[in-house]
Structures are given as structure tokens and as C-alpha cells.
């Protein structure tokens, strides 16, 4: 949670003459000491990706003094990294997404986005839904009027795990449009490239993942992307509507961001509302999300403290509905 810092007037007085980069507890300078960006995860996917992009944009365009260095703490889907915040200073920073949220309320963690600082929502990817060129189902109100009218008779491929964004999105599209979620038949694989060799191969109707994942095999009309979700059609997707423009009214992001440990300052986390506000304005960083098919989606700390408190409630009425809550 946020902490207020009451200070005299003496107290102001000498923070004038602190340095834009501004002040923790007692009128000290922040930054102290090196910087470090926690990935929760191993070397390698979105995490990581995110982690050291951030580490290499604040260096590289001086947006910080101090060095900046990343650690991997992989475990629990997020929860040995996270735990490690929790022990920290405003000088650590983690990544994080959606599973903040939905660990615990699947019942595989005690840990809350209540229980750090978010500081910004950086960039998002996109849901997507999607099926064999040749299938039957060639728009997604013939799919869902199949799911409507016997839900276990669609196969939809998922990965890895029920009550990821790829699952909980369909989740979300189906109770929008009247179908029970509990009553699909969702198969489970490793990860996203399992999820479309699945499809690929016949061995599901319809596939809910990253947009990244089905991307190019549509642009090489191997599959066919029935819907996105987000608000607007994408710039180099525009032959696929969004779930909003075909009746079902949604918009799905699968955000990353930055958060800090509990207790931060108001001086520590308007820092950080500073440095990471420039990074995502730089053209690195237009790179990056170019290079990984993210959209934009920058939230300042105020801004993603409301975020959380919506997707929070957002998550836990699909949990429920998706049968999986503990």
C-alpha cells in the first residue's frame, strides 16, 4: 500500500535542494544503492523479455545512474520471484501480469497485488481465437452458436494450464455471449506452439492464445484468427474483427508491468513514475513491442493501482465462473 510522508517545514526545506532524481525517508537522495529488476521466471519468454528490456532502455538512455542488474528467480507461476520483492527496498523492482492476480485466487498462492506497490502497466499482448482454414466454423457467431447449442462438442486446445489469459479470455467471450463456460471442453498442452501444432494437426476445433502465437500462420493462411481482443481492429491485422465488433462485448489485454516491494515512499514511487514514464516514451521501446507483437498499454502508478483493483474484480468473477475457484 501507498505510505504518506509528513515532513516540517525544515524537512521540506532541505529537500529543495535534492536532485530531480528525489528523496526516501529522512531527506536521503534516492537512488542509494544499485537498481535491480526481478524476472520471476527463468532466462527466456515475457518475463525475462520485459525484465531486461527494461534494465537496458533506463541504462542506455541515462535514464538512470546507478547500475541496473536482473534476476531470474523462477518458481510457483511467479511466487518464489515475488516473495523475494516482498523482502526488499524501493531499489528492487519485479515483473508481473495477470498471474498477481489469479495465483491466489486459484488457491496457489497467499501472495495479492495488495501486498506490493504497483508502479506501471508497460505493454499488453492480444487474445486470440482461432481455427483450421477449411473449418466449419468460419466466423465467431458460428462457433459460438455451436457452443451454445452443445458446449462439449467444440475441442479447444489451451496451454499450459486452465486459468491462464488464454483460457480465462474465451471464458469471458463465452459468458458474454450466453454460453456456460463450465460446460466447455478445454484441452490442456504445454504452451502456445503445442496449442497451434494441435490445431494444426486436427487435433482440436479452435485454439485461444496469444495473439503471437497464430499470428504469422495467419498471415500465411494456415490458420484462420476469428477474433481479437482488443478495442480496435490491429494496424497489420485488419482483416480480423475484434470479439467487440461481432456482439460480444469485451476487450482482453495480457498486460506485464512493474510493481515494487510494499511500503514505497511517495518521493520512491514518483521516481519510478518518472523513469519508467520517459522508457516507454523512447524509440527502444517502440522497438521492443514492434519486435514482440505488444501493443502500447502505459499506465502510471495512480493509473495501474486502479487497473489492479479492476482486473482483480474482473478475474475473480471469471475464476467463478470458469468452475476453478478455491
Known amino acids: 500500500m501507498k505510505k504518506f510522508l509528513f515532513v516540517t517545514a525544515a524537512a521540506a526545506l532541505a529537500m529543495v535542494g535534492c536532485s530531480d532524481s528525489g528523496a526516501s525517508g529522512g531527506g536521503e537522495e534516492f537512488p542509494q544503492k544499485n537498481l535491480e529488476v526481478v524476472a520471476p521466471a527463468s532466462p527466456g519468454g515475457g518475463w525475462d523479455l520485459t525484465a ?127 454460453v456456460d463456460p463450465k460446460k466447455l471442453n478445454f484441452l490442456v498442452y504445454e504452451g502456445g506452439g ?52 461481432q456482439g460480444v462485448d469485451m476487450e482482453f489485454p495480457h498486460w506485464r508491468g512493474i510493481m515494487g516491494p510494499p511500503d514505497m515512499t511517495e518521493e520512491e514511487i514518483a521516481f519510478w513514475d518518472e523513469k519508467l514514464g520517459a522508457m516507454v516514451e523512447t524509440d527502444q521501446w517502440n522497438e521492443v513491442m514492434e519486435n514482440n507483437d505488444w501493443s502500447g498499454f502505459y499506465k502510471n502508478s495512480e493509473e495501474t493501482q486502479q487497473f489492479m483493483e479492476e482486473q482483480h474484480e474482473l478475474y475473480t468473477t471469471l475464476v467463478e465462473e470458469s468452475g476453478m475457484a478455491k
Open 194 to 245: 503445442d496449442v497451434v501444432t494441435a490445431l494444426l494437426g486436427g487435433h482440436v476445433d479452435v485454439v485461444t492464445t496469444s495473439l503471437s502465437e497464430v499470428k504469422e500462420q495467419h498471415l500465411a493462411d494456415k490458420v484462420n484468427i476469428l477474433a481479437v481482443s482488443s478495442s480496435e481492429r490491429l494496424e497489420e491485422l485488419d482483416d480480423v474483427p475484434t470479439y467487440k465488433e
Open 52 to 178: 531486461r528490456s527494461v534494465q537496458k532502455l533506463l541504462q542506455d538512455n541515462d535514464l538512470v545512474e546507478e547500475n541496473i542488474t536482473v534476476s531470474n528467480k523462477p518458481g510457483g507461476g511467479g511466487e518464489v520471484g515475488w516473495k523475494y520483492l516482498q523482502g526488499q527496498d524501493a531499489h528492487t523492482l519485479a515483473v508481473n501480469s495477470s498471474l498477481v492476480l489469479t495465483n491466489e485466487l486459484l488457491g496457489s498462492s497467499e501472495l495479492t497485488y495488495e501486498d506490493f506497490t504497483p508502479l506501471a502497466t508497460l505493454a499488453t499482448e492480444w487474445q486470440s481465437l482461432a481455427v483450421a482454414p477449411d473449418s466449419e466454423y468460419q466466423s465467431l457467431e458460428d462457433l459460438m452458436n455451436q457452443m451454445k447449442k452443445d458446449p462439449s462438442s467444440i475441442n479447444i486446445g489451451v496451454g499450459p494450464a486452465l486459468g491462464n489469459d488464454d483460457h480465462l479470455s474465451l471464458v469471458q467471450a463465452a459468458k458474454e455471449f450466453g
